[in-house]
């Protein structure tokens, strides 16, 4: 039973078209959230934090929905620099705050 | 650059063999943490560190990994007899305890096992 889920894709997005997907989590406990960036064969980089109800920087939104354990991440108007890896992570709750659970990703590529 | 570091970047090693990387974190970051990243995965947590106390170890991590810090400042990740699954980038990461979630990365080691 994977802790945290994400569609692998890839998503095949046009530029300038918006894009959602979501991540499943399994431990109800959990109460941040957050989304990462990984560029092909580079280091994943902080993207958003989700503390509350949701999150928005500028063309991102990152909602969650506690009830049905989820969280999304919305990309509007999506740019061509946007192509990446997008990672969901849930701390791990249940056995200390300090393990972050990592899905495996979703590639998203953004076509001109 | 003041950010997290990594030693080496690439690293070809046979079976068998003993491997060493380093990190240097962000100099005001007490928590330092060591993933593994396997192609189309999301990274594994390994071991983390508060100052020099290594305080989680995943319940996966073989016998054959063992992680120091032991001023409190660079990390190094050994791995003994080495086995081509091994083979991986391994990251490492830190942040503020205070905001201990938000994490920054290096660029990783990657290790090839022939």
């Known amino acids: 039973r994977k802790e945290v889920e994400q569609d692998p894709g890839p998503f095949n997005v046009p530029e300038g078209a918006t894009v959602a997907f979501n991540c499943t989590y399994s431990?109800?406990?959990?109460?941040?959230f957050f989304w990462y960036r990984q560029d092909c064969r580079k280091e994943p980089k902080l993207l958003m934090s989700?503390?509350?109800?949701?999150n928005e920087d500028g063309r991102f939104t990152a909602q969650l929905n506690r009830a049905s354990q989820y969280i999304s991440l919305l990309i509007r108007d999506s740019k061509l620099s946007d192509s990446a890896t997008y990672l969901c992570v849930v701390p791990d709750v249940l056995d200390s705050n300090y393990q972050l659970i990592w899905g495996a990703g979703t590639k998203l590529i953004i076509k001109p | 650059d003041t950010g997290v570091s990594q030693d080496p970047r690439h690293k070809i090693t046979k079976r068998g063999q003993n491997v060493t990387f380093r990190c240097d974190p962000i100099?005001?970051?007490?928590?330092l943490y060591w993933y593994r990243q396997t192609l189309g995965q999301g990274p594994e947590f390994l071991t983390y560190?508060?100052?020099?106390?290594?305080?989680?170890k995943s319940r996966l991590l073989s016998d054959r990994f063992s992680a120091e810090r032991p001023k409190g400042s660079f990390s190094t990740l050994e791995i003994q007899r080495t086995e081509q699954g091994d083979s991986a980038m391994y990251l490492c990461?830190?942040?503020?305890?205070?905001?201990?979630?938000?994490?920054?990365f290096g660029p990783g080691t990657r290790l090839t096992v022939l």
């Open positions: 989700v503390y509350s109800s949701g």
């Open positions: 560190f508060q100052n020099e106390a290594q305080l989680e």
């Open positions: 431990n109800s406990a959990s109460q941040s």
């Open positions: 990461a830190s942040s503020f305890s205070e905001r201990d979630n938000e994490q920054f």
């Open positions: 100099s005001e970051h007490n928590r």
